[in-house]
């Protein structure tokens, strides 16, 4: 599965992202609770505040983005502008994500639950998914800022 497989796969983890995303707009307070959103989040759910929704939304939009870039880095749709910049940024910031939690567990045990070893889990292959996409395919994502066609 070398190459635009990798990119499609990540893609759709990315759109599943943006689904999980959507459930605290459905569900509520609860759902931000099982999702660990933070206290603040919770509080505003609760009081019947917009805000955490639209929050949810924003941060669905981003993951949607995400899944476009990676459909774009595989060829399966037109080509996005700066994919040879985003698309790696993306591996970045999964990745980065996922290391997040060495540095937490040393001065924030105690914020260490199951759920938080789930999304760095999850995280650390949403980034080696995109990193070796990216790798397979460079080429091409790279032709892409030169106005070159595949």
Not at 92 to 101: D, E, F, Q, S, V
Not at 119 to 144: D, E, P, S, T, V
Request: aromatic share 14%; net charge positive; hydrophobic share 55%.
């Amino acid at each position: 599965m070398k190459g635009f497989g990798l990119l499609v796969v990540s893609a759709v983890m990315n759109f599943v992202v943006t689904a999980f995303h959507f459930v605290p707009i459905v569900i509520g307070p609860e759902a931000y609770r099982v999702g660990r959103a933070g206290e603040d989040m919770i509080s505003m759910s609760e009081a019947g505040s917009i805000v955490p929704d639209l929050i949810s939304f924003g941060i669905a939009c981003v993951f949607f983005v995400f899944g476009l870039y990676a459909l774009s880095g595989a060829g399966k749709i037109r080509r996005l502008p700066f994919l040879s910049v985003i698309l790696p940024s993306v591996a970045a910031i999964y990745t980065l994500r996922a290391l997040a939690i060495i540095p937490a567990y040393f001065f924030i045990p105690e914020e260490i639950v199951l759920i938080e070893v789930i999304y760095a889990i999850a995280a650390f292959i949403f980034g080696i998914f995109h990193i070796l996409g990216i790798k397979y395919n460079w080429q091409n994502i790279r032709l892409h800022n030169r106005g070159k066609s595949n």
